[in-house]
């Protein structure tokens, strides 16, 4: 009975990709370093055992057959997928070194990141870190940050995301204000209320969306709110609503002291805002990136323990 052919071993895929890339099997000879009777040999071994010519061959020069081409083409792709993996453990075994340009928020930049910031330098004496806050994130194609950490789900997939903390937006006054002015019971009474404006990012200012209830029950009611007091700096706009003068619109993680020690009250809790959980945001040619991903790393675990401690 005829023996079945089998197919290309793993080990003969460098010699394939090599002799697809020479011109005769003398020159993939010299590329290999062996005898042209040598890569003859390997040659028919392997076409013997597959039973698929893979070469022509003529007196002085070969070429491949359709299904060598196919096979060669195979081949480079999966000793390329082979050599990238080869960096992602390399990468993972690497100190982290050099410069890592980290961009953040105002507000949660100053009171979150910057602390971050100072104990992983501490752990990892080999990074440079330049922190720049901003009002608005950078666009993902800038080239100026290795990282963002910013406010709700990225906006396409041109970067890589992680969601490194739940967040949501909480409505809040001081209750001296509340005294004067009294609670609003649903969302259009903040109509009647001065609502401390912040402008910040793409989102339509002044305009506050509400959800309440689940599934076909629920609802969202939009309020455009008004009031005399307006900021681009969150950390302003917070201060404003200590002080009694309004009612605010505020990250979870930027009020929850407040709210703690009683200095604000949450307003229309039953209402939901819409999420803004905690993203870090990262170009697809840092991904491999050991300084970049043990920051990653660090910056979820420090916010996870933040949070945990809250």
């Not at 990141?113 to 993902?140: I, W, Y």
């Not at 950390?235 to 930027?254: C, F, K, N, P, S």
Request: proline share 6%; aromatic share 6%.
């Amino acid at each position: 009975m005829a023996k079945a052919p089998t197919g290309i071993q793993p080990a003969e895929l460098g010699f394939l990709v090599t002799l697809g890339g020479s011109g005769s099997l003398s020159a993939a000879a010299r590329e290999l370093g062996v005898s042209k009777a040598a890569v003859s040999k390997r040659l028919a071994l392997i076409e013997g055992r597959t039973g698929v010519p893979l070469v022509l061959r003529s007196t002085r020069r070969m070429s491949l057959t359709p299904e060598g081409e196919a096979v060669v083409e195979r081949a480079r792709r999966i000793l390329g997928e082979i050599e990238e993996l080869d960096r992602l453990l390399v990468g993972a075994t690497q100190l982290p070194r050099g410069l890592l340009r980290v961009n953040a928020t105002l507000g949660f930049g100053r009171s979150h990141v910057a602390p971050v910031v100072s104990r992983f330098v501490a752990r990892h004496p080999g990074v440079d870190v330049q922190l720049q806050l901003s009002v608005n994130p950078p666009p993902l194609t800038d080239d100026t940050f290795d990282v963002c950490i910013r406010f709700g789900a990225p906006p396409d997939s041109r970067a890589i995301a992680r969601r490194l903390a739940p967040n949501r937006r909480v409505l809040c006054a001081a209750p001296a204000y509340l005294a004067r002015h009294g609670t609003p019971a649903r969302p259009q009474d903040l109509q009647r209320h001065n609502c401390i404006g912040i402008r910040q990012g793409d989102e339509a200012y002044g305009t506050w969306r509400l959800s309440a209830g689940k599934g076909p029950r629920r609802r969202t009611e939009t309020v455009k709110t008004r009031g005399s007091l307006a900021t681009n700096d969150g950390e302003i706009a917070v201060r404003w609503a200590l002080e009694g003068l309004g009612i605010v619109m505020r990250a979870e993680w930027d009020v929850a002291r407040h709210l703690r020690s009683g200095r604000l009250v949450q307003v229309l809790a039953a209402w939901e805002t819409p999420e803004a959980d905690i993203y870090a945001l990262w170009p697809q040619r840092l991904q491999w990136s050991p300084r970049v991903r043990a920051f990653v790393d660090f910056m979820g675990e420090s916010l996870a323990r933040a949070g945990a401690a809250g």
